[in-house]
């Protein structure tokens, strides 16, 4: 007899002393044909693979088991659901060995946790899940029930009736939309000739200007924003005026300022504003340096009489 374990398994090898009426290979040997998975098959137990159907939390741990997740289970027989049989499968967890027993339940088509863990709870709210709820089994059973339907009729009528004005205006409401389809074409029409040409005449315009794009049509908060926008004028004009000033005047301080009276140093401040009004319109475009020589001379008599009067 071989006790090579691969050659016995592959149920191949006769060895010499076997004869046909000793029978099968597998009865010469004394063993079963599931080899070690039957071993316990006088208690009723086969062993089989028993693959998780769903996420559990291991009851000794309290680590997660994961569906899909592969075991040797000892599968029993351990009732009846009409003919169909109830099965049981006891298994150890990998994580801590610790058993256990999972249940077939052909009631509601599912595996039922009988010890040893819990069932990782993946069950989602409909309005979470943003799906539909779907009639239950048994009212969808009910509706082919004639006595249920005549019941509940009056009630699904009264509804219907409810909900028939609204469905009505709204049914008239679309009719009136489309009745006059050449008239909904021509306005359709007329709007598209309307925007090709609108753009065809920016696009001419954008052209005119020199620019690739098209500009769009001038608006109003356009036009106020940009007259809400401050330059920094004044500062420039007045940094002008005073640069023009110094360049009118002489360098030469003027002698005869002495006898000044107070109108006369009002009237010369007025002259300096005059003269520089003439420097700024100068630096803008247009005297000649003989044209504005005279304007200029009173600012630098200003400046003379203003270091006199302080003296006096
Ligand atoms: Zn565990």
Same mark, same amino acid.
């Given at each position: ?52 159907p769903f996420n ?11 569906k ?11 009732g009846n659901y009409y003919s169909t049989?109830i ?15 999972i249940q077939t339940d052909p009631k509601n088509c599912e595996y039922v946790i ?5 069932k990782k709870t993946e069950e989602y709210d409909i309005e979470d899940a943003e799906t539909f709820a779907l009639p239950a089994d048994e009212e969808r059973g009910k509706l082919a029930d004639p006595f249920y339907r005549l019941e509940h009729q009056e009630e699904d009528l009264k509804k219907k009736k409810e909900a028939e004005p609204v469905l009505v205006?709204l049914q ?10 050449? %008239? ?6 007329? @709007? /598209?000739?309307?925007?090709? *040409? #609108? ?5 001419? =315009? ?49 002698? %005869? ?6 109108? @006369? /140093?009002?009237?010369?401040? *007025? #002259? ?5 009004? =003439? ?34």
């Amino acid at each position: 007899m071989s006790s090579l374990a691969a050659a016995r398994a592959d149920n191949f090898y006769y060895p010499p002393e076997w004869t046909p009426n000793q029978g099968s290979l597998n009865k010469f040997h004394g063993q079963h044909a599931l080899r070690e998975r039957a071993r316990k098959l006088d208690q009723g137990i086969l062993i089989i693979r028993f693959e998780m159907p769903f996420n559990i939390w291991c009851g000794g741990c309290n680590s997660m088991i994961a569906k899909g997740v592969r075991f040797n289970a000892e599968k029993k027989q351990v009732g009846n659901y009409y003919s169909t049989k109830i099965w049981s499968f006891t298994m150890k967890s990998a994580c801590c060995k610790h058993e256990i027993v999972i249940q077939t339940d052909p009631k509601n088509c599912e595996y039922v946790i009988i010890s040893g863990a819990t069932k990782k709870t993946e069950e989602y709210d409909i309005e979470d899940a943003e799906t539909f709820a779907l009639p239950a089994d048994e009212e969808r059973g009910k509706l082919a029930d004639p006595f249920y339907r005549l019941e509940h009729q009056e009630e699904d009528l009264k509804k219907k009736k409810e909900a028939e004005p609204v469905l009505v205006r709204l049914q008239r409401f679309s009719d009136a939309r489309h009745s006059d389809d050449y %008239s909904l074409n021509k306005a359709l029409r007329a @709007q /598209l000739r309307g925007q090709k *040409k #609108r753009v065809a005449e920016e696009e001419s =315009a954008s052209k005119k200007m020199g620019l690739g794009i098209r500009l769009l049509p001038a608006a109003k908060e356009d036009t106020a924003a940009a007259a809400h926008v401050k330059f920094s004028s004044k500062f420039e004009k007045n940094r002008k005026n005073k640069r023009a000033l110094i360049q009118a005047s002489s360098i030469f301080p003027r002698q %005869s300022g002495s006898s000044t009276s107070n109108k @006369q /140093l009002e009237l010369e401040s *007025k #002259r300096r504003k005059i003269s520089a009004a =003439a420097a700024s319109n100068l630096l803008v475009g247009g005297f000649k340096p003989s044209a504005w020589s005279q304007g200029a001379v009173p600012s630098r008599k200003q400046k003379g009489i203003s270091i006199t009067g302080r003296h006096s």
